[in-house]
């Protein structure tokens, strides 16, 4: 019953962006500039934007995050240190995301001077993200048989070489779901982004160029009552892509288990 | 026979609790020493020490001398070489979710990358000689996990024999397998004994009575008794020893 109620529930939400906003998509929506503050033209910028700042902040969290994971479950023996670690970690993931747009906003734009750009955006959403993949990636690591790692340390394996030949392996899809909730989180969010990486319309040329993502580009659209049609475009983009990203990283990870079966 | 292993003087603590009491005995090259116990005895907390592998439990500490090849255990700093060099299959076979071939090459790949012609040689050669080549030479890039009990016990001793290790030690090896699978592992160990020392841990009294050289019978943590194993099972000088392998406890 209540699975039911929560595949309506999101057929409905999908159906309604979608239904509304397909007809206002064009090959030209998706390859021109915005025009006007978004009356006129496309989404480009806004795509561009968006996928550059949600690659930095997957490319930052990810490799910190699992590598935080990966010292928390094989590196440390449960003490004090570990539990204020993982106290830490679960309050960083309980603050509201304007918290991080605030916190980036100081950090990143002013006193480290990277102004609205996306790579102040990506540091923020990184810092965003972190707490969710060390987490799952914790949580893989530990569904790991421990006599993996006894077999691979009785035939003289390094730590190094327990972790990433008896370990990692077998936690990679449970670690790669983080990273996809990671990326799904990134890319929806406004709040942070507004404060770190502004709005401009401009297609960006480098990490330090201000850049608005499709949600920021959806809300000031929306919110300003600039162009619903627009916004229900930019929605419904904006779902096909995490659509897109979420379909080619499962498939990805079960051609990988798959190819560890036969292997 | 040479000496290959001296224990001396063994003390093995988890916490406050005491595993191990004032252990002392050799491991001969060429034998199979057995040691008979009842759970709780400290027969696999004694094979963790041997290999180190204890140090990977964070609360315990071993106090005394386990000497391999005249090199006191505590000092050696490359442990995983000495871990090569004692290899360990465990109560339970652990196949990894891989392949045969990957399962018999995952340790030896560790050390180093080997060539096709060396690793076709090792996996067939560590197959003959756990009596498991016959039964998987057709197949060996099927998944290992696929095998039966018995059958993946001896790829265990397989992937253990690819590290070219000197001493094997077994935590009790046939504790989960049928009477026929036990025969096999049993035969593999008394044709490993021509080239390896091997320590059999065994809950098992009648599989000790069959296979062993020596045996040793450990209760609470201390070494009751040591001897031949026909004078164990015939004419034990203490008589706990006594008691127990003719099931009055245990």
């Known amino acids: ?263 | 026979m040479q000496n290959k292993i001296a224990i001396n003087k063994l003390n093995v603590f988890f916490g406050k609790e005491q595993a191990l009491k004032d252990i002392s005995f050799d491991v001969k090259n060429n034998e199979i020493l057995t040691v008979i116990g009842p759970a709780n005895s400290g027969k696999s907390t004694l094979l963790l020490a041997i290999n180190r592998m204890i140090d990977r439990v964070s609360n315990a500490k071993v106090y005394g001398e386990i000497v391999i090849d005249g090199e006191q255990v505590s000092g050696i700093r490359d442990v995983e070489n000495l871990r090569r060099k004692i290899g360990m299959v465990y109560a339970m076979p652990i196949p990894l979710p891989m392949s045969i071939r990957d399962n018999i090459l995952f340790g030896a790949r560790m050390k180093r990358m080997l060539k096709k012609k060396e690793e076709n040689e090792m996996v067939e050669s560590t197959l003959r000689a756990s009596f498991l080549w016959d039964e998987v030479k057709d197949r060996l890039d099927s998944s290992g996990m696929k095998l039966s009990g018995g059958q993946q016990q001896r790829l265990c001793i397989s992937r253990t024999l690819a590290v070219k290790p000197d001493v094997i030690m077994f935590d009790e090896p046939c504790s989960g397998l049928d009477p026929i699978s036990t025969a096999k592992v049993e035969d593999a160990m008394k044709e490993l004994k021509r080239d390896h020392a091997i320590i059999l841990v065994t809950n098992n009294t009648k599989q000790a009575a069959r296979v062993g050289d020596r045996t040793a019978f450990l209760l609470m943590g201390e070494l009751v008794e040591i001897d031949d194993t026909n004078k164990i099972f015939t004419a034990p000088s203490r008589k706990k020893t006594e008691e127990y392998i003719t099931g009055k406890f245990g």
């Open chain 1, 1 to 263: 019953m209540s699975t039911t109620s929560a595949v309506c529930a999101l057929v409905f939400v999908i159906g309604f962006v979608l239904a509304g906003g397909f007809s206002h998509i064009s090959w030209g929506f998706l390859t021109e500039p915005i025009l006007d503050m978004g009356r006129e033209g496309g989404i480009l910028p806004a795509i561009v934007g968006t996928l550059l700042m949600v690659m930095v902040a997957v490319g930052i969290a990810a490799p910190l995050g699992i590598a935080s994971a990966i010292y928390l479950s094989e590196y440390t023996v449960e003490g004090k240190l570990t539990q204020a670690i993982r106290f830490g970690i679960n309050c960083l993931a309980g603050v509201p995301s304007i918290i991080f747009g605030l916190f980036g906003f100081i950090l990143f734009v002013v006193m480290l001077g990277f102004g609205w750009s996306i790579l102040s955006g990506g540091l923020s959403l990184a810092a965003m993200i972190l707490p969710t993949i060390i987490r799952t990636a914790e949580e893989a690591l530990r569904s790991v048989p421990s006599s993996y790692r006894d077999v691979a340390a009785s035939l003289g394996g390094t730590r190094w070489q327990v972790v990433t030949r008896s370990v990692l392996p077998y936690a990679l899809p449970g670690i790669l779901t983080g990273v996809i909730l990671g990326i799904g989180r990134s890319i929806e969010e406004t709040a942070v982004v507004i404060f770190t990486a502004g709005s401009a319309v401009q297609m960006p040329t480098s990490l330090f160029d201000s850049a608005r993502t499709m949600s920021v580009h959806f809300y000031i659209l929306a919110r300003e009552g600039i162009s619903n049609d627009n916004a229900y475009a930019t929605a419904a983009v904006l779902i096909c892509t995490i659509l897109v990203i979420n379909i080619t990283a499962y498939s990805l990870m079960h051609r990988l288990m798959r190819g560890r079966k036969t292997a």
